[in-house]
């Protein structure tokens, strides 16, 4: 794998690293794959515990990566693109595993949606995250809001997605988005120690506590609300708005 690297820590975790971060670690339809080969190999492993991040100090992930997504014009091209991820997204969501989102800088966007898609979330100190989505003239379509407002309170899920500003690593522990801030100065290591700390019990205890914690999610509700959500995704991106804002991006000095 290129864009993806994987790496197993005798600990018991599985770390799954988006390797792009020339480019803020942007997924494309290859991280697309790739992420889904990782899952399927942690699936498989000795680890108890999942982590999902990116590579670098600067981002997490931001999201879409617009220089190949530009060229998706159309409502059903950009559909494909948003199944894709959003099966991906739901996947990561209903792991059988305990999944940790370690915010290691930056996330927007689909990042946001990434993040939000597992079970927990700890950040660095230095971390904004936000669903900028709404700048662009679209919603989150990857199951980012579907999955939100199973992680937050309605009222919190609602004021982060219309306002699709940043939001600090304090305001996001305020709200209950993330549960732990690691101060320490390699930030992965500091999250392995942290989730270390889980593994006192043995791994069927940490299997049969996500079990209760998928128990209290709806599945096929949660697929209904993320089919939705990419229906009115896809629906948006075909406007000028959104074209546009692409193209400022992108053309920005
Ligand atoms: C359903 C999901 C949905 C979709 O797929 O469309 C989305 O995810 S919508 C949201 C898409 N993402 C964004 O709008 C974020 C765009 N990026 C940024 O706002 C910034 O890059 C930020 C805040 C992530 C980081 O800012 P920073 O100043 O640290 O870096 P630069 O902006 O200078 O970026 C460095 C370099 O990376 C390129 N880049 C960054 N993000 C993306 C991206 N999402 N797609 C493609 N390329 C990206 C950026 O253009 C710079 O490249 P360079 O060649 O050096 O100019």
Redesign the pocket.
Known sequence: MESVQIKNYGTGVTLIQIDRK???N??NEQVMDELNQALTLAERDASCIVVISGSGE??FC??????V?QYLKTEKQAKE??LK?GAILERLAFFPKVTVAALNG?A????S?LATACDLRIAAPHV?LGF??G??G?T???G?SSLLFERVTNQIALDMLLSARMYSTDELYKQGFVHKVIYNASFLEGVIEYLESYFLQNKGVLQAYKARLLDQLDRPNIHRNIQNEIKD?AKL?ETDVHHEA?RA??NRS
Do not use: H, N, P, Y
């Not at 927007?108 to 990042?111: D, I, K, P």
């Open positions: 020339e480019i803020r942007a997924i600067r981002a931001s999201g879409g990566d617009l220089s997504f693109m948003l991820m930056t927007v966007g689909g990042g949606e904004k900028v989505q700048e662009l679209i989150t379509g990857w980012g995704c991106w692409v991006f992108l």
